[in-house]
């Protein structure tokens, strides 16, 4: 293969994630070359309804799944965590990368961190797990939907629309804002359980051996074992970005992984949560096996009141 288009987003954190994978394909197969080609997503279009309403991230990925299988682009670089655990036919997820800090962070220009946030604090996020879980620490504050990319959203949060709002720290550092804002608190595991696969690049090809394989090389190992029990712990709940749900496996020293979940109603008011430690052996069916223990403690029943909420 001389040449590989890889189909991406136009946003700057879109186009920096596109760019470091070309750089590291190139390098890692000399003389390739290869493309971006810019695409337009509904979800790019759509500013002015909370995701939740509209059909979640997926927006950001069907006009560049459909770029790929009409054959003008044979890759594309998602953010892990906005990929579906179930791809179209034709299409693969062929490589998972070696992962970013997987936090959420509070941006703020005038509170270092969410304790000090004043009562009635207007917080911006569209992500529903958040908002349960600010709202389960928090439950004074204002929850203000969020739209718009990074630079646009720090725009509204310095022009005074919000007191503070939440991103997810591995784009922060990926474009270098952590001087952009005032205070930047990376958000403990301990406080906001991240969505699955954050941190993460998911690497989406074309069902064709030859890219496949020149995809292979960007894989990590930990980042695979990590995200497979977040993946499959989403999927057995059939869980997406419509309900809130918190998962973070992380292979720890010695080769345990520290695995946290939680997910409940939008405004925190109720909670499923759980954190154990798990021997690396364990991880291939751990996903699974951890939903259906919290379908046993009701899981179902409080996402579908969940999802209720959300379109109300």
Not at 13 to 25: D, F
Not at 26 to 44: A, C, F, H, M, R
Not at 80 to 87: G, S, Y
Not at 179 to 195: Q, R, T
Request: charged content about 30%.
């Amino acid at each position: 293969m001389k040449k590989l288009v890889i189909a991406t987003r136009g946003s700057k954190l879109a186009l920096w994630q596109s760019e470091h994978i070309k750089a590291v394909l190139q390098e890692q197969n000399p003389g390739l070359e290869v493309e971006l080609k810019i695409v337009v997503t509904s979800g790019d279009k759509i500013l002015d309804v909370p995701l939740a309403k509209i059909g979640g991230k997926g927006l950001f990925l069907k006009e560049i799944e459909e770029t790929m299988l009409r054959g003008e682009a044979q890759l594309a670089v998602h953010s892990l965590k906005d990929v579906p655990t179930e791809m179209p036919e034709g299409l693969k997820l062929a490589a998972i990368t070696e992962r970013e800090d997987v936090r959420d962070a509070l941006l703020s220009e005038k509170y270092p961190n969410i304790d000090a946030l004043p009562e009635g604090a207007v917080v911006g996020t569209s992500s529903l797990r958040r908002r349960m879980q600010i709202l389960s620490l928090r439950p004074d504050l204002t929850i203000k939907d969020l739209r718009g990319n990074v630079d646009t959203r720090i725009r509204k949060l310095k022009e005074g629309e919000y007191d503070a709002i939440i991103l997810a720290s591995a784009g922060i550092n990926r474009l270098g804002l952590l001087d952009a804002v005032e205070h930047v608190y990376p958000i403990s595991l301990d406080e906001m359980i991240p969505a699955m696969g954050q941190g993460a690049l998911g690497i989406e090809a074309v069902d064709d051996p030859e890219v496949l394989e020149i995809a292979r090389g960007l894989a990590d190992e930990y980042a695979a074992v990590e995200t497979t029990i977040e993946r499959a712990f989403v999927d057995a709940l059939q869980g997406g970005c419509q309900v809130p749900i918190g998962i973070n496996a992380q292979v720890t020293e010695g080769s345990n992984i520290a695995v946290r979940a939680v997910l409940g109603l939008p405004d925190g008011s109720e909670l499923l949560q759980e954190t154990v430690v798990i021997e690396r052996e364990e991880a291939e069916n751990y996903g699974r096996k951890m939903a259906d223990d919290f379908i046993t403690r009701g899981a179902r029943e409080l996402l579908a009141r969940a999802e209720e909420a959300a379109f109300k």
